[in-house]
């Protein structure tokens, strides 16, 4: 899905002290939200962190509803639910 974006952002925050966490968040955050309304609802799937999973079904598309129901037959159970999961119609 969506591979006619004109550009994808990536933030990545990285520091080695403990002590620096609250400002690098805070960074990190204010540039994502001075960015957002120029972007999508949805992004590049690899780029899904564990608290993006709301976004799920605005980054698979239009292909999500067929993918619940592959999942639905294939995966009933939700076994593989680790990282961008896609929840089985149930």
Known sequence: ?????AFSVVISGIWRDPA????????V???YEALRPHCEEAGYIN???EDDQQRAPSNYGTGYRRLQEIKATYDHENLFRLNQNIAPIR
Not at 1 to 5: G, I, T, V
Not at 20 to 27: I, K, L, P, R, V
Request: glycine share 6%.
């Open 47 to 49: 780029f899904m962190s």
């Open 20 to 27: 620096d966490s609250e400002a690098n968040f805070g960074w």
């Open 29 to 31: 955050r204010a540039s």
């Open 1 to 5: 899905a969506h591979r006619d974006a």
